[in-house]
């Protein structure tokens, strides 16, 4: 006990200037909590999270509130075994998969919902990974020991072994992630590059995160050198008035890699609510984004340099 004790006080000590800086942001950005789960703009076609109508019975819709606040130490539902199909797709691609790791305070249900909706507005099978919700008071304190403490706990272990072995099984895996998915996310791709039998494999992997609370995100200069794009290639989506991003990816883009895509004034931090709709229309990137070229089971064109050097020979040729 005073052993863990000790680890702990070390630990605090270790990361003081961590902890004044999140603290500051925190308060900060305060005046904006009360957005976060409220209802958005009005979205035609979109499951939101909000909806009683989104899920298959009331009983679902009002256990995922109680889990978001009664605290209790509950089992994914799917640790990469659970796969959500679009409508009248019924199969895997056979050389990309794609995964999504749920963010903080979301039960089975919502988890479900999430990743359902990606599948419908990407038209690809998603395959879930989920981090469940054991009370959103809870979820914050893990959050702030994985990201302020840099102490890996229940977060980023189970996805690793999967999203390892997709990588060897294909030849492109997309990784989407919500919210504290950003921060299983860098955890997951830092162990990648710093794993010599893993280095390699980071090529193959997409990286998308959406309303991201991770405060750094590392890629391989080296890699990045060859492919002329970031390895892994990343890009962000942010609301500028979403708290959570206010307090990740919007303030830490000095310590994060990727393209980061934000509208400074929409509000929330919902995935199917308040980013998904604006994401499948191009709102963010003015349609230029790879997410976004994605869209309606559409396949986008090479990455980074190359991209480039397609692009002018079209203009030119």
């Not at 990309?96 to 919502?110: D, E, Q, S």
């Not at 830092?190 to 997409?206: A, C, G, I, M, Y």
């Not at 405060?215 to 979403?242: C, I, K, M």
């Not at 004034?265 to 709709?277: D, I, Q, S, V």
Request: overall charge positive; glycine content about 8%; some cysteine.
């Amino acid at each position: 006990m005073w052993h863990r004790s000790r680890q702990w006080l070390r630990r605090l000590v270790d990361n003081r200037s961590a902890i004044f800086r999140d603290a500051r942001l925190g308060l900060t950005h305060a005046r904006d909590i009360p957005a976060m789960f409220l209802p958005g703009d009005d979205e035609p076609g979109i499951r939101s999270e909000l909806s009683r109508r989104s899920y298959a019975s009331f009983g679902e819709a009002a256990l995922s509130l109680a889990q978001l606040l009664v605290p209790a130490t509950r089992e994914s539902i799917s640790q990469g075994t659970l796969v959500c199909y679009p409508p009248r797709i019924r199969h895997e691609q056979h050389s990309t998969r794609w995964f999504f790791i749920n963010g903080m305070g979301t039960a089975a249900p919502v988890a479900i919902l999430n990743a359902s909706e990606i599948a419908r507005v990407f038209r690809r099978p998603v395959t879930l990974i989920h981090t469940p919700t054991w009370g959103v008071i809870r979820d914050v304190a893990e959050s702030i020991t994985a990201r302020t403490l840099r102490k890996d706990g229940k977060l980023s272990r189970p996805a690793l072994n999967v999203l390892v072995d997709a990588l060897e099984r294909n030849e492109q895996v997309v990784l989407v992630c919500h919210s504290q998915g950003a921060i299983v996310a860098s955890y997951i791709v830092r162990k990648l590059l710093r794993s010599s039998s893993t280095r390699h494999l980071v090529k193959k992997l997409e990286l998308y995160c959406i309303g991201g609370v991770a405060d750094s995100l590392e890629v391989d200069p080296q890699l990045t050198l060859a492919a002329g794009h970031t390895v892994p290639y990343v890009e962000h989506f942010a609301n500028g008035r979403d708290y959570l991003s206010q307090i990740g990816i919007l303030s830490h883009l000095d310590s994060t890699a990727g393209t980061v895509y934000c509208l400074a004034e929409r509000r929330g931090h919902l995935l199917n609510a308040h980013y998904l709709p604006a994401i499948a229309r191009g709102d963010y990137c003015q349609r230029r984004s790879r997410l976004y070229q994605y869209v309606r089971g559409r396949e986008p064109g090479p990455k980074g340099a190359l991209a480039v050097v397609n692009k002018e020979m079209g203009l030119h040729g």
